[in-house]
């Protein structure tokens, strides 16, 4: 499979933004779906992960509650919803498919694929 970001931009403290990541390959539909991101200077840490069906989600604690990730099969892409975006959310972010089940397991070391990054750049 393979992916591409897109969305990124400068925002303001409290705005809301909206990430794509359209993916081909015949795969798709085996691959569970997810965003991490990199800010200056950190390591790359996960965000969000929908599985193949969409029917499950799973958020890190840092954005649970303000981010929300979907995917449409039909059009072969997820998205990433961010509200209230705050400084701390300046980051790279990238989009990632895994055929691992657990979410929790999803780290930087063993997504399947990747997707160029998309910088979001949060003003305060």
């Known amino acids: 499979v393979q992916l591409q970001a897109s969305g990124g931009g400068l925002v303001q403290a409290g705005d809301s933004r909206r990430l794509t990541c359209v993916a081909s390959?015949?795969?798709?539909?085996?691959?569970?779906m997810g965003w991490f991101r990199q800010a200056p200077g950190k390591e790359r840490e996960f965000v969000a992960a929908?599985?193949?069906?969409?029917?499950?989600?799973y958020y890190a604690v840092s954005v649970a509650g303000r981010f929300t990730i979907s995917r449409n099969n039909a059009n072969i892409t997820v998205y990433l919803h961010m509200n209230n975006l705050q400084p701390e959310d300046t980051a790279v972010y990238y989009c990632?498919?895994?055929?691992?089940?657990?979410?929790?397991?999803?780290?930087?070391?063993?997504?399947?694929?990747w997707g160029q990054g998309t910088l979001v750049t949060v003003s305060s």
């Open positions: 390959g015949r795969a798709f539909f085996t691959y569970g």
């Open positions: 929908i599985s193949w069906s969409g029917g499950s989600t």
């Open positions: 990632a498919a895994s055929q691992l089940q657990v979410f929790r397991d999803w780290t930087r070391f063993n997504m399947d694929a």
